[in-house]
């Protein structure tokens, strides 16, 4: 049928931005968001994990020195190959300040894997090449959730991959560092709002009595694999006989996102009643109307770009060998999320086009750690760690819905036969409950805390193990 005006739609952006802001990745791995600062993930090793993440001054001897500080490839032996997988399971809600009503988060367990093999090139030249996963996001909430026009079904993939060298400058000193070649890829499922959407005139469905929350699309938001260069380097001190002292720094690393945008049409089973505003017959189906969004556009598919910078990283710490079986340690984070302020999505359409706003701060993250080598075969683990959000409290929102974090390790290692050792490690985090909206603003609203509407928990189990075998 034919009509005599044109549907201007909106499609809500700020979600994808937000993940795409943290991205870092590929496509054949899945993994949540709820681990450490920002969208960062520290799981790259369990035997690290089980001592709270405390590895820049000491790191295991597994190969995931490669990450948390390059310089530990120095001095080693022979061949080292490690990998392993890390579960995480996320539970949580969001409640409603109006009506008390409660959603609960409905992701799948996650799975972030590493890989690792280091090489002793000499006594003092060591080299090896990493695969692991710093950055992701998964988190899925029911369709019918008010926040599923900010995104229901949203998956971050990503693997850093990195060939590493580390070098021994004399008997105290190390150095060390890698090349990281980063592949990213994110998807989007978010519902449209016909409420928000206007016709000719500029009059928009809100004001023709639709009311708000009336999904009648949702859009599906690809970006394809994406590739970014970076480096990762780290120095080592033995200080005395007992404490080390490390550090590391990875270098910010930009990509350019190149992906595409579909649409699908949501039955609204709205009839049209005499005299409407659209000039359509009494009983006219709107679905039949909106029907041409969908087919002449706006929102047919379309190609989409956009450039993210990622944010560096700088880690310190101690390691103390309080006896000759039990050592302690201690690392600080820093993570520069702040130069993420805001990003530019560039559609086909370019009346879809959206520049936002995120205004991240920079996060800190504290760890400490304790291992105790029982004897030859047997080493237990645990750790604590205390990090601050990145979000600040205008952008807390269903797809980024972090806060100030406890967490609480505990690890255990094995070596059942000579060259080959079993980590196990245990994850708890415990998120503060914080205060956030399901919803983004109006056209022309300022993004505030006055847009807060609700409250969200959320916590997760982590389950790790780590296979390596060294010849």
Not at 91 to 109: A, C, L
Not at 278 to 298: K, R
Not at 410 to 420: E, F, M, Q, R
Request: charged share 15%; with cysteine; hydrophobic share 35%.
């Amino acid at each position: 049928m034919e009509n005599t005006y044109k549907l201007r739609c909106r499609v809500r952006l700020r979600a994808l931005l937000v993940c795409l802001a943290m991205a870092v990745g590929v496509t054949f791995m899945t993994f949540s968001e709820v681990q450490a600062q920002g969208f960062g993930i520290y799981e790259q090793s369990t035997c690290i994990t089980g001592r709270g993440g405390t590895a820049v001054a000491n790191p295991c001897a597994d190969g995931s020195a490669i990450y948390f500080n390059p310089s530990g490839l120095a001095g080693t032996t022979g061949w080292t190959f490690s990998g392993g997988v890390t579960n995480i399971i996320q539970d949580g809600d969001f409640t409603f300040d109006d009506t008390r009503e409660t959603t609960d988060i409905d992701s799948p367990v996650s799975v972030v894997p590493h890989f690792y093999a280091m090489y002793g090139a000499t006594e003092r030249l060591g080299v090896g090449v990493g695969a692991y996963v710093p950055f992701g996001l998964n988190t899925r909430w029911p369709a019918e959730f008010q926040g599923a026009f900010s995104g229901f079904d949203n998956n971050l993939q990503s693997i850093y991959i990195q060939p590493t060298v580390g070098y021994q400058l004399t008997d105290r000193v190390s150095v060390g560092g890698g090349l990281i070649i980063a592949v990213s890829t994110v998807e989007l499922n978010q519902r449209l709002d016909l409420a928000e959407q206007t016709v000719e005139g500029g009059i928009s469905f809100a004001q023709l009595g639709i009311p708000p929350g009336t999904p009648f699309g949702e859009a599906r938001l690809d970006a394809d694999p994406s590739v970014g260069i970076g480096g990762n380097f780290g120095v080592q001190v033995q200080v005395t006989d007992r404490l080390n002292f490390g550090t590391r720094f990875t270098t910010p690393i930009s990509i350019d996102y190149d992906g595409e945008a579909t649409f699908q049409q949501v039955a609204t089973g709205i009839t049209l009643p005499a005299d409407n505003p659209l000039g359509a017959p009494a009983g006219t189906p709107l679905d039949a109307i909106l029907q041409q969004s969908f087919t002449e556009g706006p929102l047919i598919t379309q190609d989409l770009e956009t450039e993210i910078t990622m944010p560096a990283q700088l880690v310190a710490g101690l390691s103390f060998q309080a006896t000759e079986r039990l050592n302690l340690m201690f690392d600080y984070q820093w993570t520069g999320w702040s130069t993420l302020e805001g990003v530019v999505l560039d559609f086909a359409n370019d009346d879809l086009d959206s520049e936002i706003v995120l205004n991240y701060n920079n996060s800190h993250g504290f760890r400490t750690g304790a291992e105790f080598e029982v004897d030859d075969i047997w080493t237990l683990r645990a750790g604590y760690i205390y990090n601050t959000a990145a979000s600040p409290d205008e952008t807390v929102t269903p797809l980024a819905p972090e806060a100030d974090r406890n967490r609480f390790t505990v690890g255990l290692g094995v070596k059942p036969i000579t060259g080959v050792e079993l980590n196990l490690g245990y994850h708890f985090v415990n998120q503060n409950d914080r205060r956030g909206r399901t919803r983004g603003p109006a056209p022309g609203q300022e993004i505030t805390t006055d847009l807060n509407d609700g409250l969200y928990s959320l916590n997760a189990h982590i389950v790790g193990t780590t296979l390596t075998v060294r010849l």
